[in-house]
């Protein structure tokens, strides 16, 4: 089994839409979780880091299960700008990151 | 915050020859840096982790011996990708864990890769 399994997708929405992935993660003593964005031929950017709480950054707002070792990021009112790949990193003690594969999105006009 | 550079960003060589890529953390110090690759429209692969001072751990599949890895310092960490043939076109990666400007939490930062291809 995967460390960190994700939706490959693609998921294509329009502008506006509201669209959420998840990510889940099989290691229960994973202890850090981040939701980064790889544009195309681009290295990935950190877009949020998620919080046991849920952590909310304008639009998009991030959520942890641990219960069910899942964590998902939701983006509101997506924009054309938002078409990237997102990727789920985890980690249990900052010496070895987990990726999911990505999941793309797509939104359109 | 935090930034990692990587150099060269697009390399063309021959079959054969050796490439060298440099990975440096511009303003903070970097214990352990890790190298990746990417083949078109696939995920991030670890390739090894980068120790400072100490030989590099590399992930299974991953030949030691083609993969070159040398972390001489806290802030430069390099890849050689020896005797490269065509197979080896890839997107390689590096990151580093450092802090983001006023935060304390680790974070990886990501060089801006660089594109190997072999003829």
């Known amino acids: ?30 202890q850090s979780f981040f939701w ?25 707002t ?13 983006i509101r009112d997506s924009k054309l700008s938002d078409s990237a790949t997102y990727l789920c990193v985890v980690t249990s003690n900052f010496n070895k990151f987990y990726f999911g594969s990505g999941t793309k999105l797509n939104v359109k006009p | 915050g935090a930034v990692v550079s990587q150099h060269p960003s697009r390399v063309i060589c021959k079959s054969g020859t050796s490439v060298k890529i440099e990975c440096r953390s511009l303003d903070f110090q970097a214990t352990t840096m890790f190298w990746y ?31 070159l890895i040398n972390h001489a310092s806290l802030t430069l960490s390099t890849l050689t990708v020896t005797s490269a043939h065509p197979e080896d076109s890839s997107f390689y990666i ?26």
């Open chain 1, 1 to 30: 089994r995967k460390e960190v399994e994700q939706d490959p997708g693609p998921f294509n929405v329009p502008e506006g839409a509201t669209v959420a992935f998840n990510c889940t993660y099989s290691n229960s003593a994973s």
């Open chain 1, 36 to 60: 980064y964005r790889q544009d195309c031929r681009k290295e990935p950017k950190l877009l949020m880091s998620v919080y046991s709480s849920g952590n909310e950054d304008g639009r998009f």
């Open chain 1, 62 to 74: 991030a959520q942890l299960n641990r219960a069910s070792q899942y964590i998902s990021l939701l």
């Open chain 2, 37 to 67: 690759r990417q083949f078109p429209k696939q995920s991030l692969m670890l390739m090894a982790t980068s120790n400072e001072g100490s030989k590099a751990t590399y992930e299974q599949g991953v030949e030691k011996d083609k993969f």
């Open chain 2, 94 to 119: 590096c990151s580093a864990r450092g802090f983001r400007q006023g935060t304390n939490t680790g974070e990886l930062f990501f060089g801006e890769g660089s594109r190997l291809t072999v003829l």
